[in-house]
Antibody, heavy 121, light 111 residues
Framework: EVQLLESGGGLVQPGGSLRLSCAAS????????MSWVRQPPGKGLEWVSA????????YYADSVKGRFTISRDNSNNTMSLQMDRLSADDTAVYFC??????????????WGQGTMVTVSS | NFMLTQPHSVSESPGKTVTISCTGS????????VQWYHQRPGSAPTTVIY?????PSGVPDRFSASIDRSSNSASLTISGLQPEDEGDYYC??????????FGGGTRLTVL
């Protein structure tokens, strides 16, 4: 069974940092791109970032470019999102998602349950 | 910036058919594949359509989708509506800089 499990969410002060992780199982992890999508409370989905199967190509939304860094460890079937200089606008549930193909800009076919990030003083 | 616009809400009776539209702000919705995701309150999204009109395994054939180049829009059609179809539906594609774009979402109510 394909599973994605996010962790690392929590409460952080404005300007602070947080690192999210996504543990994958049930599929050939290195053969697929992975992505992060977030959802602010009561609002719609927002695409955040994606990374190719090998990790050599990364993609970011303009709203997080320069502050967030996506990475993956194919030996441990994990993906991470390092989030720096956080602001209240980053408060959201962050979903990890498997991409249908090897490269990032493709359909998301499996989603994790999400982890909540709250940026507040 | 490229945007996708969806109706805020739609409603229909059980057993009926409903169509949700997703209109591109500029360029062409047909330039990249369009996906559709379903999200029930408090749950993670699930994929109901990928690559314009493909259904993942497990998604019933009551779900179908299409692209209309003349109106620069994509559409999701759900026939034989069932109560479990309720929730939010999001269209999604990528722009020419490879950034993902979601529509604002459409709340489907099955009356």
């Amino acid at each position: 069974e394909v599973q994605l499990l996010e962790s690392g969410g929590g409460l952080v002060q404005p300007g602070g940092s947080l690192r999210l992780s996504c543990a994958a199982s049930g599929f050939m992890f290195s053969s697929y791109a992975m992505s992060w999508v977030r959802q602010p409370p009561g609002k719609g989905l927002e695409w955040v970032s994606a990374i190719s199967g090998t990790g050599t190509r990364t993609y970011y939304a303009d709203s997080v470019k320069g502050r967030f860094t996506i990475s993956r460890d194919n030996s441990n079937n994990t993906m991470s999102l390092q989030m720096d200089r956080l602001s209240a606008d980053d408060t959201a549930v962050y979903f990890c998602a498997k991409v249908l193909r090897f490269l990032g800009p493709n359909a998301l076919d499996i989603w994790g349950q999400g982890t909540m990030v709250t940026v507040s003083s | 910036n490229f945007m996708l616009t969806q109706p805020h809400s739609v409603s229909e009776s059980p057993g009926k058919t409903v169509t949700i539209s997703c209109t591109g702000s500029s360029g062409s919705v047909a330039s990249n594949f369009v996906q559709w995701y379903h999200q029930r309150p408090g749950s993670a999204p699930t994929t109901v359509i990928y690559e314009d009109n493909q259904r993942p395994s497990g998604v019933p054939d009551r779900f179908s989708a299409s692209i209309d180049r003349s109106s620069n829009s994509a559409s999701l059609t759900i026939s034989g509506l069932q109560p479990e179809d309720e929730g939010d539906y999001y269209c999604q594609t990528y722009d020419n800089t490879n950034q993902g774009i979601f529509g604002g979402g459409t709340r489907l109510t099955v009356l």
